[in-house]
């Protein structure tokens, strides 16, 4: 199961996990696992609609490409799962607010990650002015003000950009994972709700991506 949570921290619990984790394990650079700028050079040549095509056994679905298994495959190459990185985001969650909180935003999908399906929806381009690396981040309040512009002209899509991003989320939820049903509009909306709610009360906010 894959999750997306985005949620917004006052600073001062910012500073307190970041000191804490500092503490706990000094930081290290992160693994060269895959040749990101190269893969990213590839995703940009590569058409979005090409990744999937139509199921012919289910009606409404959609199969997977190679091409969406080596996109795929990217998205998990950007991911921290060092020891140090994990704990850090099981400290941030037990910071964040309640459950139905307009503070706190989860996505979870079965068998797909939600932010890799966003990040396809959205293209190279797009998903590079998020917040964060590949769905992780960690911001202070100054840096959320500074950042909402750029990624409310990612997510704030309108007209046939928006349909198509909706499809394109589709289309990942059931060519690589097993959820038709998911919310693709919230997906979409839910970040930069949480972002701009952050950004009116004067806090940071972070965002995990998580399997479980």
Known sequence: MGVWVIGALPDQKTKELL???VQAS??????AHADVAGELAW?????PESLFSGSKTSAGSWVAHDDAFRLSTLF???YDDSDAVEA?????????????????????ARKAS?????AYALGPDAVLQLPGWFGDFLLYA?????????????????????RGAVERIHRWMTGLGDDPDH????????????????????????GLVRWY
């Not at 100054?142 to 928006?162: K, M, Y």
């Open 19 to 21: 000191q804490a984790a």
């Open 76 to 78: 998990d190459n950007c």
């Open 88 to 108: 850090l985001r099981d400290a941030v969650v037990d910071r964040f607010p309640p459950k139905g909180d307009e503070g706190l935003f989860t996505a979870v």
């Open 183 to 206: 919310d693709a509009e919230e997906l979409l909306d839910g970040p930069l709700r949480v972002l701009r709610h952050a950004v009116r009360t004067g806090q940071g906010a972070a």
């Open 43 to 47: 995703w940009r040549s590569t058409a």
């Open 26 to 31: 000094p930081p290290t650079p992160m693994p």
């Open 142 to 162: 100054e840096e959320v003000r500074a950042q909402l512009p750029a990624a409310e002209e990612a997510l704030a899509l309108t007209g046939a950009r928006r």
């Open 114 to 118: 939600p932010f890799s399906a966003l």
